[in-house]
């Protein structure tokens, strides 16, 4: 069973910095595009980032562009999100995703396999 799954959420202050891991588990995604994606409560999912399967190009929506880096490490089959001057509209639950569409594609129809997520909550 292909499984990814996420950790290192919890709960911050604003300024604060968090990372995110992913770890698939069932196969390798080291030819996939993984991204994540959040949803705060009451809000559709978004993008936030997208890292193609060689780890050189990486994608960030522009709430985050600057604040969050997205890295992988295909070694380790591995995948982390770096978060840095969270702020409280961080807050949402976080997912890590896999797909074989190109590291711009944001939509969550791009990705074929998700994780359960994991809860970041950002106090002010």
């Known amino acids: 069973q292909v499984q990814l799954v996420e950790s290192g959420g919890g709960l911050v202050q604003a300024g604060d910095s968090l990372r995110l891991s992913c770890a698939p588990s069932?196969?390798?995604?080291?030819?996939?595009?993984m991204g994540w994606f959040r949803q705060a409560p009451g809000k559709e999912r978004e993008f936030v980032a997208a890292?193609?399967?060689?780890?050189?190009?990486?994608y960030y929506a522009d709430s985050v562009k600057g604040r969050f880096t997205i890295s992988r490490d295909n070694a380790k089959n591995t995948v982390s999100l770096q978060m840095a001057s969270l702020k409280p509209e961080d807050t949402a639950v976080y997912y890590c995703?896999?797909?074989?569409?190109?590291?711009?594609?944001?939509?969550?129809?791009?990705?074929?396999?998700w994780g359960q997520g994991t809860q970041v909550t950002v106090s002010s």
């Open positions: 069932g196969r390798t995604f080291n030819s996939y595009t």
């Open positions: 890292i193609n399967w060689s780890g050189a190009n990486s």
């Open positions: 995703a896999a797909g074989l569409r190109s590291v711009a594609a944001t939509r969550s129809i791009d990705y074929n396999y």
